[in-house]
């Protein structure tokens, strides 16, 4: 009876073995196996970190959001504002509104014409452009008046500054009558490109009385703008 007894405990004890074993076949244990899991997990943080970067880096190439797309989006608009401050350097066309005028100096050539000189400035807040030949029309003492013709001068363009000046010329017949001819009281100058006028008094311009309002416009010329700019 003892020898069945201990027959059955070895039985019993080879198969608590056999079933430790078919638990465990794949030859590791609870604790290697822990470690295995572990590594996968370090493995999948790691790759979930190159993807962000990876991602991020995609982001600030194609301008999506986070902090590479603000910085492009800053340059975008830097281009933007620079590209629009140039469209806009060259200024408008100076208007009558904005000028003033005055008589700048006179001179003879050869006794047989004068050039009185036209001093233009720009009293406006931001800067200013002409190209061309002023109108001009002179008036007389008296009444009646004359316009100026254009010179054969070329013109250039000029660009005036707030409180910046240029000038122009106007040629008339010098008076050798011996007579004491007819003053020129003022002028009425419409700036080029402009539709209005502004007037420039005493140009200190006399004319013979045959060159005065009967005058042949021939005998009046006016040059363009764009002399002494200071």
């Known amino acids: 009876m003892r020898i069945h007894k201990s027959?059955?405990?070895?039985v019993a004890a080879v198969a608590a073995g056999l079933s430790l074993t078919a638990c465990n076949s794949d030859g590791s244990t609870p604790g290697s196996a822990s470690a295995s899991d572990g590594a996968s997990a370090s493995a999948s943080a790691a790759a979930g970190t190159n993807g962000g970067a990876t991602g991020g880096s995609t982001q600030a190439k194609t301008g999506g959001s986070?902090?590479?797309?603000?910085?492009?989006?800053?340059?975008?608009?830097?281009?933007g504002g620079s590209g629009g401050s140039g469209g806009s350097g060259g200024g408008s066309?100076?208007?009558?509104?904005?000028?003033?005028?005055?008589?700048?100096?006179?001179?003879t050539?050869?006794?047989?014409e004068v050039l009185t000189t036209i001093k233009l400035t720009n009293n406006g807040s931001s800067s200013c452009s002409m190209h061309g030949f002023p109108g001009v029309n002179l008036n007389f003492q008296g009444g009646g008046s004359d316009s100026a013709t254009r010179s054969d001068t070329s013109p250039?363009?000029?660009?005036?500054?707030?409180g910046q000046s240029?000038?122009?010329?106007?040629?008339?017949?010098y008076n050798n009558s011996g007579g004491t001819g007819v003053n020129v009281t003022s002028l009425t100058v419409t700036p080029p490109n402009d539709t209005h006028q502004l007037t420039v008094r005493q140009p200190q311009i006399n004319l013979a009385v045959t060159d005065g309002s009967n005058s042949s416009p021939k005998n009046i010329q006016v040059g363009p703008v764009g002399g002494n700019v200071d």
């Open 66 to 79: 986070g902090s590479g797309s603000g910085s492009g989006s800053g340059s975008a608009q830097a281009t």
């Open 7 to 10: 027959a059955a405990i070895a």
């Open 166 to 173: 240029t000038t122009f010329q106007l040629m008339t017949p």
């Open 156 to 162: 250039v363009t000029v660009t005036l500054s707030p």
């Open 93 to 107: 066309i100076c208007h009558a509104s904005d000028l003033s005028g005055v008589r700048a100096s006179s001179k």
């Open 109 to 112: 050539t050869g006794g047989a």
